[in-house]
């Protein structure tokens, strides 16, 4: 019989017999997929998935093959105590800790690539990352078999690319986005920022600005090159070095040179050891 471990009405599932024998007895969740290390960030994902007044389930899995062999995998937050009584006072149903052998068994033979939106940007920076990331939410989804599945803006392209690999393989979920949770600075919360020195915390905040800014000068009067290099300036000259900086569609995230239809400002700059992504709305 599989052990059904529960704290405050919240199951605990470290096997696969575990998890579907709960999630069965749930019905239909709405799943919020994470690295851990939470923070308001990804308790704003719970909290967006208990508002469509469903069951939620979590999961905590830092995914291998989303890292590149120079990344930082070994180094990644791992806080599972923290994590756990965080998801608890959020009000979660079920969470899901596979471990490594669980997810990727010795015989597993298969990966998912996506072309499209996970070809540039993160794609070309970090490659093999998107087939990671889409391989274990596809895993994910099977295991955990969700009506509904909730990201964040914050990794917009990656949004995209689920959302591309679930119409795609004609998967039975809802991909629901859920803005970008900020500090009141306008930094981007992320388990990341941990890392940052006390100076470069005072310097994050202006890749936000940047970015506001130039989606600012965009709407006004459309000139897209002119607020891009402002912006790549500013993020250069606050001590931040740019990998990208562009305007993108919203959906495919091919770069655009003047706003036709839904687009977003995307961002990926390094600050000390640290990488990090924002982007905002433009239309
Ligand atoms: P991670 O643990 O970094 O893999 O993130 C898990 C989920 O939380 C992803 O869907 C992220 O986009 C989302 N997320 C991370 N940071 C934020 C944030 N600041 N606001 C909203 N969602 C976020």
New binding site residues.
Partial sequence: MPEIVKTAAMIIARDLKTLRSAAKSLGALGL??????L?R??L??VAAARAAGQPVAASIFVNPLQFGPNEDFLAYPRDEDGDLAALAAAGCDLVWLPDVATMYPPDSASTITVAGPALRWEGEARPGHFAGVATVVAKLFGQVRPAAA??????WQ??QVISRIVADLLLPVSVVP?????EDDGL????RNRFLTPTERLTAPKLYAALSGAAAMIRQNGDVEPALARARMAVTAAGMTPDYLALVAASSLEPLAALTGPARLIVAARLGRIRLLDNVPVR
Avoid: C, N, W
């Fill in positions: 919020v997929p994470t690295m851990g290390a923070h960030g990804h704003a994902l909730y990201f964040g803006e914050k990794d990656q949004i859920v803005p970008t949770m900020r981007a919360l992320s388990s």
